[in-house]
């Protein structure tokens, strides 16, 4: 079986094929997975699931922002938005600890092993 192009990853994502290659590009860099061109290239996984966790994941993908409320802007010059952003930034802050914690502790191991479970779930229940 081929390793999954682009295109396909993109259609299971959802999104547009030409977004893919730059998904990916940090999680090659960081070794996570590679890619090979040509009849049956596409991507392939290149590490030990059991050794990279969701916060590797989330490093690879450049750090994005993960809580956001609105158009938060870094210095806003709505008074209301002012007082809305000093009010939460703490919250938003010891959360997003809280998570990335989380993001540690979970293997992709262990989202493999719920993914295949699943599906011999399903395949068993029709």
């Given at each position: 079986m081929a390793n999954p192009t682009s295109e396909r990853l993109a259609s299971v994502m959802g999104t547009n094929p030409v977004?893919?290659?730059?998904?990916?590009?940090?999680?090659?860099d960081l070794g996570l997975v590679a890619s090979?061109?040509?009849?049956?290239g596409g991507w392939t996984l290149a590490c030990d699931l059991d050794r990279v966790t969701l916060r590797d994941?989330?490093?690879a993908l450049g750090?994005?922002?993960?809580?956001?409320?609105?158009?938060?802007s870094a210095e806003p010059t709505c008074l209301?938005?002012?007082?809305?952003?000093?009010?939460?930034?703490?919250?938003f802050?010891?959360?997003?600890?809280?998570?990335?914690?989380?993001?540690?502790?979970?293997?992709?191991?262990?989202?493999?092993?719920?993914?295949?479970?699943?599906?011999?779930?399903?395949?068993?229940?029709?």
């Amino acid at each position: 079986m081929a390793n999954p192009t682009s295109e396909r990853l993109a259609s299971v994502m959802g999104t547009n094929p030409v977004v893919v290659p730059r998904l990916m590009s940090g999680l090659r860099d960081l070794g996570l997975v590679a890619s090979s061109k040509g009849h049956g290239g596409g991507w392939t996984l290149a590490c030990d699931l059991d050794r990279v966790t969701l916060r590797d994941v989330y490093v690879a993908l450049g750090s994005p922002r993960i809580l956001a409320m609105g158009h938060r802007s870094a210095e806003p010059t709505c008074l209301v938005e002012q007082a809305v952003n000093a009010a939460l930034r703490t919250a938003f802050a010891d959360a997003e600890r809280l998570l990335l914690k989380r993001f540690s502790d979970v293997t992709l191991g262990r989202l493999s092993a719920d993914f295949h479970r699943r599906m011999a779930k399903r395949d068993l229940c029709g």
